[in-house]
T-cell receptor, first 114, second 114 residues
Framework: AQSVTQLDSQVPVFEEAPVELRCNYS??????LFWYVQYPNQGLQLLLK??????LVESINGFEAEFNKSQTSFHLRKPSVHISDTAEYFC????????????FGAGTRLAVHP | GAVVSQHPSRVICKSGTSVKIECRSL??????MFWYRQFPKKSLMLMAT?????????EQGVEKDKFLINHASLTLSTLTVTSAHPEDSSFYIC??????????FGPGTRLTVT
């Protein structure tokens, strides 16, 4: 069975500090990987995704994630966070074979402090 | 970009009544939509896959007679919570996609059953 693990439920960090949100997955088939961000009382917004090609993917607001097949990981990083990055971040996977449903990790609450 | 709306954004109902939640893709057609449930400080749990013109596919453990899904057109799916009880109180989120590997999420509906 496929699963997604986000080990850190909360990550507190000071503004302008670097951050890494960890995501590991388990699957016996090829995967597609996503990071979504959720602001309070809102739906999810796609931050970035890995489908194929370069294992390093970037978002428009400075986040990046690297697909590591050997470690089955897709950690999210940002070199310098802003207060506005405070939100819930969800890692998700879907699996090869057509239009697949997403399986989500438990989420990581990123709290950026001044 | 692709926009998914939900209506209502918040609803309060009495125990035993039914509530309908609408999910619309505003600027694209979606043959498939997904319904999720999110508990406080928890991840998203896929409830069902809604297919236009056919019956929804429910995830294991989700009562199809309690959570009625109708995908009446390529831009509208509805979720009806029948005979609602306080334990049905939750944040319900729908999603739809224009391609197999990207889903756009609605802003969610906060259901409170008193």
């Amino acid at each position: 069975a496929q699963s997604v693990t986000q080990l850190d439920s909360q990550v507190p960090v000071f503004e302008e500090a670097p951050v890494e949100l960890r995501c590991n997955y388990s699957s016996s088939v090829s995967v597609y990987l996503f990071w979504y961000v959720q602001y309070p009382n809102q739906g999810l917004q796609l931050l970035l995704k890995y489908l194929s090609g370069s294992t390093l993917v970037e978002s428009i607001n400075g986040f990046e994630a690297e697909f590591n097949k050997s470690q089955t990981s897709f950690h999210l990083r940002k070199p310098s966070v802003h207060i506005s990055d405070t939100a819930e971040y969800f890692c998700a996977v879907s699996f090869s074979g057509g239009y697949n449903k997403l399986i989500f990790g438990a989420g990581t609450r990123l709290a950026v402090h001044p | 970009g692709a926009v998914v709306s939900q209506h209502p954004s918040r609803v309060i109902c009495k125990s035993g009544t039914s509530v309908k939640i609408e999910c619309r893709s505003l600027d694209f057609q979606a043959t498939t939509m997904f319904w999720y449930r999110q508990f406080p400080k928890k991840s998203l749990m896929l409830m069902a896959t809604s297919n236009e013109g056919s019956k929804a596919t429910y995830e294991q453990g989700v009562e199809k007679d309690k959570f009625l899904i109708n995908h009446a057109s390529l831009t509208l799916s509805t979720l009806t919570v029948t005979s609602a009880h306080p334990e049905d109180s939750s944040f319900y989120i729908c999603s739809a996609g224009t391609d197999p590997y990207e889903q756009y999420f609605g802003p969610g509906t906060r259901l409170t059953v008193t």
